[in-house]
C-alpha cells in the first residue's frame, strides 16, 4: 500500500496551489490531510469520509478537499494561502471508518504519504 502527494510548492500570500494524493494497493473509508511547520506538532487540515467532509477551522472556507474515487485519489485545493499554511502537507487513510468526534486524531490514520512541502511567502 502506497499513498503518493505531489503538489506542492512555494506560492505568494493570496495565491493558489491543489496537493494531490494517489493510494494504490487498496480502497480506503477515509483520506484526509495534516500538515507540520518545523517546531510544530503536526495538525489536521481535511479529511473526507464517505459520511461527510471536515475542515479545521484554520482553512474552513479556504481549502476544499475533494476525492475520485475512480482514481483512489484525493485532493486539496487550497485558496488564499496564508504565511501560517507553510508547513509539509502528508496525506493520511484509513481503512476503516470511524466516528467524527476522533476522525482530527493522526493516530487514527493507518497510512501515510511522504509529504509535499507547501510554502507561502513573498
Known amino acids: 500500500v502506497q499513498l503518493q502527494a505531489s503538489g506542492g510548492g512555494l506560492v505568494q500570500p493570496g495565491g493558489s496551489l491543489r496537493l494531490s494524493c494517489t493510494a494504490s494497493?487498496?480502497?480506503?473509508?477515509?483520506m484526509g490531510w495534516f500538515r507540520q511547520a518545523p517546531g510544530k506538532e503536526r495538525e489536521f487540515v481535511a479529511t473526507?469520509?464517505?459520511?461527510?467532509?471536515y475542515y479545521s477551522d484554520s482553512v474552513k472556507g479556504r481549502f476544499t478537499i475533494s476525492r475520485d474515487n475512480a482514481k483512489n485519489t484525493v485532493y486539496l485545493q487550497m485558496n488564499n494561502l496564508k504565511p501560517e499554511d507553510t508547513a509539509v502537507y502528508y496525506c493520511?487513510?484509513?481503512?476503516?471508518?470511524?466516528?467524527?468526534?476522533?476522525?482530527?486524531?493522526?493516530?487514527?490514520?493507518?497510512?501515510w504519504g511522504q509529504g509535499t512541502q507547501v510554502t507561502v511567502s513573498s
Open positions: 494497493g487498496r480502497t480506503f473509508s477515509i
Open positions: 493520511a487513510a484509513r481503512t476503516a471508518d470511524i466516528i467524527a468526534g476522533v476522525i482530527r486524531d493522526p493516530d487514527r490514520y493507518d497510512y
Open positions: 473526507k469520509r464517505w459520511a461527510g467532509t
